[in-house]
C-alpha cells in the first residue's frame, strides 16, 4: 500500500529533521545533505510533511485564536489560550516548513522534472503565503540557499510582506506553464501526488484558485474579479486542495495523531461559547454536526475559563468534560482531511469578489454555504437556512459581514489557522464584528484591554541565530492587508 510507504519515509525524514532542529542550517539547506531522491518518492514526502505543518501546530493555535475550542477540565490550560505565545510556540512549525517541506520542493524545483518542479512551486506559493500570512516578514528570496552551489546562504535575509505577496503569482505562474510540459523525457506523476493523483486539470484549479486568495486577501478587488471573469478553473465540487488520511493509528490526521491514536493523551479541549453560541443564535443546524451535543445540551466554554470561573461551570460528574459540546468526528478524527483549499473557500472568496465588485454574488454564497453542509452530508437543510441569513437583500457591508461569518463557521475544526486569519480580515473598522461581537476576551488576558492576537512570533532559533531576523515582533503585530 502507498500509504504504508509513505509513513516509514514520513519516519525517516522526521528522524533527519530531529538531528539537526537547532541549528540555523535548518532554515536553509544543509549543505551536508545530499538531495539525490528522485522527484516521485521527495513529492509525497513533502506533502505529507506540508499536512503536517498546516494541520498541527497551526491547526492546533487557530482552534484557540479562532475561538473554536478550549481547554475542558483537569488540565493545564494552554498559554496560547491567554494570548501568551511565545519564541518557543512556532520553533517546530517554522522547522518543518522551512527544512523539510520547503527543502524538499526546492529539491524538486531541481529535479528536471517540469511537471513535480510545477507541483512544487505551486506549492511554495501556498505555503510561502501563510508563513507570510502568520509572521510577517520572511525569508523569501535567500530561503533554502545553504548548498554550496546556491551561495552558501546560512543567514537569510527577510522580506517583506508585500514583497511575497508580489512574487507569489508569478511563482504561480511558473508552475502552471510547467504542469502543461509535454513530449520527451517528461514523466507524470501518478499515486505518488497525495493531493491528486497525478491530476493536472485538478491542480490548475488549485493554483489558480491560490491566485484568488492571494489577490483577495491582499485587497487586490479588482483584479480577483479580472481572474473569475477570464473563465479560469477554480476548484468545485469534488476538487479540494487537500491531505487525506486512510489509516487509524499511523498514517492520520496529524491533530488526531497527537492526542489520541499516537499519543493517548486524548481529547480534553471542549467547545468554545463563542462559536456555539453564534450557531446557535443563527438556528445553524451545523452545530449539532461540527460538536458533539454536551449532556447540558449545545453548550460552551468562555475561551481559556473553564479552570477560572469554577462556579460558572460546575462537573456534572465523573466525566466533567462531558457536560460540553465537544469536537466531532466529522472534525476531529483519525481520517479527517488537512484542508489546504476548500470546496466552500474557493467559493466564499468568488462570493466576495464579486461584493466587493458591487456585483450579485447570491449564488456563490450560496454554493459556498452549501458545501460547507454537504461536507456533513446534510445539503437538503442548506436553502432553508440561507434563506434566513438574509444574505440577498442586505447592503453589501452586511452581505460582508454575513460571509465573513459564514467563512468563520465553515472552517471549524477543518481549517482552523485559516479560519482565524480570515477574522482578521473580517473584522474591519466600523464592523469589529469579532473582536467587538463574536469573541470573548479572556479574563487572564495577557495583551489586556480586551485585545486579541494578530500575529505569531519568530521562533528561538531565528531569533538567537540569524541577525536578519526581526526583533520586534508581538502577537499584536499587524500584516499589510490587516486593518
Known amino acids: ?130 508563513l507570510t500570512d502568520l509572521h510577517g516578514a520572511i525569508p523569501f528570496s535567500q530561503a533554502n540557499k545553504g548548498s554550496i552551489e546556491d551561495g552558501s546562504v546560512l543567514t537569510p535575509s527577510y522580506d517583506s510582506e508585500e514583497d511575497v505577496y508580489a512574487a507569489l503569482i508569478p511563482l504561480i505562474d511558473e508552475g502552471l506553464a510547467e504542469i502543461a510540459a509535454t513530449g520527451g523525457t517528461v514523466v507524470e506523476p501518478g499515486e505518488e501526488d497525495l493531493i491528486y493523483g497525478g491530476d493536472l486539470e485538478k491542480w490548475e484549479k488549485f493554483a489558480n484558485t491560490l491566485k484568488l486568495k492571494i489577490l483577495v486577501r491582499k485587497g487586490d478587488y479588482a483584479g480577483a474579479l479580472a481572474l473569475i471573469n477570464s473563465g479560469a478553473n477554480l476548484i468545485g465540487a469534488g476538487d479540494a486542495a487537500a491531505m487525506n488520511y486512510y489509516e487509524s493509528s499511523q498514517n492520520t490526521n496529524p491533530l488526531y495523531a497527537q492526542f489520541e491514536s499516537r499519543t493517548s493523551v486524548g481529547m480534553y479541549y471542549v467547545a468554545a461559547w463563542s462559536s456555539v453560541n453564534e450557531m446557535v443564535n443563527l438556528s445553524d443546524p451545523r452545530v449539532k454536526l461540527i460538536y458533539d451535543e454536551g449532556t447540558a445540551g449545545d453548550s460552551g466554554v468562555y475561551s481559556g475559563e473553564i479552570n477560572e470561573l469554577t462556579d460558572a461551570y460546575p462537573p456534572p460528574g465523573t466525566d466533567p468534560n462531558k457536560k460540553f459540546s465537544r469536537p466531532s468526528t466529522f472534525t476531529f478524527d483519525a481520517n479527517v482531511p488537512v484542508f489546504f483549499i476548500s470546496e466552500w473557500e474557493s467559493y466564499f472568496l468568488q462570493a466576495e469578489t464579486l461584493v466587493r465588485n458591487n456585483q450579485n454574488a447570491d449564488s456563490k454564497f450560496a454554493d459556498a454555504v452549501t458545501a460547507s453542509f454537504d461536507y456533513y452530508g446534510d445539503a437538503s437543510s442548506a436553502p432553508g437556512y440561507i434563506a434566513g441569513l438574509g444574505f440577498s437583500t442586505a447592503s453589501p457591508d452586511d452581505q460582508l459581514n454575513i460571509l465573513g461569518i459564514q467563512k468563520w463557521i465553515s472552517m471549524n475544526g477543518l481549517q482552523m489557522i485559516e479560519g482565524w486569519l480570515e477574522t482578521l480580515r473580517f473584522d474591519r473598522p466600523g464592523n469589529r464584528i469579532f473582536t467587538e461581537g463574536i469573541f470573548r476576551s479572556p479574563s487572564q488576558n495577557v495583551i489586556s484591554g480586551g485585545k486579541f492576537p494578530s500575529s505569531f512570533l519568530y521562533p528561538t532559533q531565528e531569533l538567537t541565530l540569524n541577525p536578519n531576523s526581526p526583533k520586534d515582533r508581538t502577537t499584536t503585530s499587524k500584516r499589510f492587508w490587516d486593518n
Not at 510556540?89 to 526546492?106: C, F, I, K, V
Open 1 to 130: 500500500m502507498k500509504y504504508t510507504k509513505l509513513f516509514f519515509i514520513t519516519a525517516f525524514v522526521a528522524l533527519l529533521g530531529l538531528t539537526g532542529c537547532k541549528k540555523v542550517l535548518d532554515i536553509n539547506t544543509d549543505p551536508n545533505k545530499a538531495s539525490t531522491a528522485t522527484p516521485e518518492l521527495l513529492l509525497p514526502t513533502a506533502q505529507t510533511e506540508l499536512g503536517q505543518t498546516i494541520g498541527y501546530t497551526w491547526n492546533y493555535i487557530g482552534s484557540m485564536w479562532a475561538q473554536y475550542w478550549t481547554g475542558g477540565y483537569g488540565v493545564s490550560t494552554s498559554g496560547l489560550e491567554f494570548y501568551n505565545m511565545t519564541s518557543g510556540s512556532t520553533e517546530g512549525s517554522w522547522t518543518r516548513a522551512y527544512a523539510r517541506t520547503l527543502q524538499d520542493l526546492t529539491a524538486i524545483t531541481k529535479s528536471g522534472q517540469p511537471i513535480y518542479s510545477g507541483m512544487s512551486k505551486i506549492m511554495k506559493a501556498y505555503l510561502f503565503q501563510m
